[in-house]
């Protein structure tokens, strides 16, 4: 029975091991704001359990020895797949790196290895005061009286890094991206969107706003656009930042992508069904008078924006110290895989149009309509579309989304796919190549091509 002793006492350990660590993370680490994640950790503590006592209860040698080899070749397997997982990414991370310092070379721009924390380090060091932009659905799932619709203001801003090309922009008087100056202009076109709109990981006079200012003599364009922003957070930032613009067109950018439905996991949630379940942001729907006061109240989304990056560099810090050693131990690279499998399939969530969607438009065509303000809805495409050589179009509400914007007779539709991409050969040239046939945003090409194809069309409308 020494077999069985054994087995016995390795899962009772792994049973307490599991269970004390999940505690500890859950209720001590996160402090219970995420207990639900740690739910199936708890979970696992218990299969151990039952394990245990099926082992102490039962007789059978034949069946004991059958449970322990099982065990031990679980176990076996699980950390053979650790180490192959840590070795493989090695191996990827180096070809990526190698990737990115020819694709610099090729761009003439000095490849740079630091994420945007390490940036903000470094920047402390040599005393100049940055911070790192934050996106507002950030802040969606806090309990504050104040939802910011945008970043620091009048700050040096870290926006990204994803390419090896550090991008920075220094904010305006509101936290968005744009010359302070555009808020003093006649402004010809204010833009509203997501991460295509914000120019991700694009110098500010790159952007597609960067890009419509210089066709348009050099300003008379202001850019309102963050990451992840869904439809009620971009009607909200209309409501509450239009009237000090002198705005002649709104350019709303939607991404089919996302902006309905986005990832939906504890770590990044965004779209209008997040956006939804907020209690402030549901204002702008239910109440047409309602208002933040955003305007006055900088220095409070100033303060709320800091709680929130000193939260993201207490993590950044943390994640530091992790211990290559214990990594392995708690099977850090097997979980992963594991959670990013179960975030794939949240991600697949269907884009449906809903009423809320209707709602909001109709909303804001009608905002805009009284303000004798033109409406411009631009439409960008999923770039699966072009990078997969499968991809159903059908199991979205693609067509139906462009349907009820052409049924609305104060919104102008330019829909990118039709009347860009689509008659493009190669439109994967139009996207920065982060890795192999890893896409994500628009290159300088594809910045380009695009706020020309728009300045054109909007000219041969209005004879600007």
């Not at 307490?16 to 950790?41: A, C, D, M, Q």
């Not at 934050?134 to 890094?161: A, G, V």
């Not at 091509?449 to 409308?461: A, L, P, V």
Request: glycine letters at 4%.
């Amino acid at each position: 029975m020494k077999i069985k002793n054994i087995l016995l006492i390795i899962l009772s350990l792994l049973f307490l091991i599991i269970l004390f660590y999940t505690f500890y993370r859950s209720e001590v680490y996160h402090e219970g704001t995420i207990r639900k994640f740690y739910l199936k950790y708890y979970l696992i503590a218990g299969i151990f359990l039952i394990l245990a006592i099926f082992v102490k209860n039962i007789k059978n040698l034949k069946i004991v020895k059958y449970v322990f080899f099982s065990t031990v070749f679980l176990f076996s397997s699980v950390y053979i797949i650790q180490i192959s997982i840590i070795f493989k990414n090695a191996v990827k991370e180096n070809n990526k790196k190698e990737f990115r310092i020819n694709y610099s070379k090729k761009n003439n721009f000095d490849y740079d290895a630091r994420n945007k924390f390490q940036i903000l380090s470094d920047l402390k060091l040599k005393n100049v005061e940055a911070v790192v932009a934050i996106d507002p659905y950030h802040h969606l799932k806090d309990d504050n009286d104040l939802f910011p619709l945008s970043s620091f203001s009048n700050k040096l801003t870290i926006h990204c890094n994803e390419y090896g090309r550090s991008v920075s922009y220094q904010s305006d008087r509101y936290g968005f991206s744009n010359p302070d100056n555009e808020w003093d202009n006649q402004t010809d076109f204010l833009i509203i969107g997501d991460r295509f709109a914000h120019g991700d990981c694009m110098p500010q006079e790159k952007t597609i706003a960067g890009n419509l200012r210089k066709l348009n003599g050099g300003n008379g364009v202001l850019n309102l656009g963050f990451g992840g922003n869904g439809p009620l957070i971009e009607f909200a930032v209309l409501r509450e930042y239009l009237d000090k613009s002198k705005a002649k067109r709104v350019l709303w950018f939607y991404c089919e992508t996302n902006d309905l439905v986005g990832p939906g996991d504890w770590v990044k949630n965004e779209g209008l069904a997040a956006e939804l379940k907020n209690n402030i942001l549901s204002n702008y729907i239910d109440d047409p008078n309602f208002s933040q006061n955003l305007i006055v109240k900088q220095d409070k989304i100033n303060k709320l924006n800091q709680e929130k990056l000193n939260v993201f560099i207490e993590n950044f810090e943390k994640q530091k110290k992790q211990n290559f050693i214990f990594d392995i131990i708690k099977l850090k690279n097997v979980r992963y895989y594991l959670s990013n499998f179960t975030k794939l399939i949240k991600q697949q969530n269907p884009q449906r149009i809903n009423d809320e969607f209707k709602k909001i438009i109709s909303l804001t065509d009608q905002y805009l309509d009284r303000k004798n303000i033109d409406f411009y809805f631009i439409y960008l495409t999923d770039i699966h579309r072009y990078s997969k050589s499968k991809f159903d179009r059908n199991k979205h509400d693609y067509q139906k989304v462009i349907d009820f914007i052409n049924s609305r007779e104060n919104i102008n539709l330019i829909n990118l796919h039709s009347e860009l991409f689509e008659n493009l050969e190669d439109p994967l040239s139009l996207f920065i190549k982060q890795y192999d046939k890893e896409y994500l945003h628009y290159n300088e090409l594809g910045s380009n091509i695009i706020s020309d194809k728009i300045f054109k069309k909007i000219k041969r409308k209005d004879n600007i």
